[in-house]
């Protein structure tokens, strides 16, 4: 009966704190992750593999089948040790139409808060993804309020070499995220399952040390 009457509240134990809430922490974090893994449809790769657009502009670029990215890309700003992408611009309207059809393709949208990426002065953001049908030449075109995508290409001719834009809001065209097996749903559950392992490799062998 003393020993019960001594026994310390739940929250002043030691064994608490290095388990329940730890573990469901660490619960909460790899669905987190994983429901992250699963939007985003992997980890980001090339974004810029199939070339560049400025905004406004347009380019005809070489697109294989299947899954490609649009992301944002901008100027970078530097402040302290912390670096942020600079705002799209106001009514930024991206088309992907096939060269040979001029049929356009469906834009599905990214959610941009998922990653953002920054290299000197530049980054970039995700902004959405497309199914190319079948591989060939696509014309991708951008635009934003009070800057007008130029009128459609009357020769669709692509360049040598996949064009970059280095200053000014701009549209990139890479690959799709890798996933293992293909599957977004294996990637999301393996990503969740490495973090909760994580997390009790790195509190179990301490509970042993705990005296309650």
């Not at 922490?25 to 669905?31: E, M, P």
């Not at 893994?37 to 992997?42: E, H, I, T, V």
């Not at 009514?91 to 096939?98: E, N």
Request: net charge neutral.
């Amino acid at each position: 009966m003393e020993e019960s009457r001594a026994r310390k509240p739940f929250y002043a134990r030691g064994s608490f704190w290095l388990g329940p809430f730890t573990w469901g922490l660490g619960i909460l974090l790899a669905v987190g992750l994983g429901a992250a893994w699963y939007a985003l449809g992997g980890f980001p790769r090339d974004h810029d593999k199939y070339g560049e657009v400025a905004v406004p502009g347009q380019v005809v670029l070489a697109l294989p089948k299947g899954d490609v990215r649009l992301n944002f890309e901008n100027h970078a700003t530097h402040s302290g040790d912390s670096t942020t992408l600079d705002d799209r611009p106001g009514g930024l309207k991206v088309q992907v139409t096939s060269a040979a059809s001029g049929d356009p393709l469906e834009i599905d949208d990214v959610p941009s808060w998922l990653f953002s990426s920054t290299s000197g002065s530049r980054g970039h953001e995700p902004y959405g993804k497309i199914d190319v049908p079948s591989g060939g030449n696509y014309l991708v075109a951008a635009s934003a309020d009070g800057a007008p995508a130029p009128p459609p290409l009357k020769i669709a001719t692509v360049a040598p070499q996949p064009p970059s834009v280095n200053d000014g809001p701009a549209i990139s065209v890479g690959q799709s995220p890798w996933t293992p097996g293909g599957s977004k749903l294996l990637g999301a559950i393996l990503c969740g399952v490495v973090v909760l392992a994580l997390v009790l490799a790195l509190t179990l062998p301490f509970r042993r040390f705990v005296r309650d």
